[in-house]
């Protein structure tokens, strides 16, 4: 029984993990600026993971938070709450494990989530940078 647990956890937590990292990517193929993934296992007793971007708009906002809705539920993770849906300031979607945050600039450097979470350790999320091969560069 306790095997099967600890693959439960595990298989949950590494679900939690690829979400946050799509989430990210989604964010910054929609133009969101200073993208961010912040590891708050052992430091949060709230949530996993938060992901912190900033948004162009309300309306880019609003497209990324919708995007990310669509693929956490494509993949079987349901959205607890949004919040912020009509600012152009701030949006939070929460997952529960992983808990997105896109805002305006402005917000952004008001709320300062990074200086309050500073000793979360950032995860890398960017996709491997592709290697050209060796007849482009002849």
């Known amino acids: 029984m306790a095997k099967r647990t600890t693959a439960k956890k595990t298989a949950a937590a590494e679900a939690a993990r690829k979400l946050a990292i799509e989430a990210a990517r989604m964010a910054e193929d929609s133009n969101s600026e200073e993208v961010l993934v912040l590891d708050l296992r052992g430091i949060s007793p709230v949530t996993d993971y938060f992901v912190i971007a900033t948004g162009t708009s309300g309306r880019q906002m609003r497209s990324v938070a919708d995007d990310v809705c669509q693929y956490g539920k494509s993949i079987g993770q349901s959205v607890y ?14 997952f529960v494990d992983v808990v997105v945050h896109l805002f305006s600039e402005q917000f952004r450097h008001y709320y300062d989530l990074e200086l309050i979470w500073g000793e979360a350790p950032r995860v890398r999320w960017r996709r491997p940078a592709k290697k050209k091969s060796a007849e482009a560069s002849e």
Request: proline letters at 7%.
């Open 81 to 94: 709450h949004v919040s912020g849906a009509d600012s152009p300031d701030w949006i939070v979607v929460d």
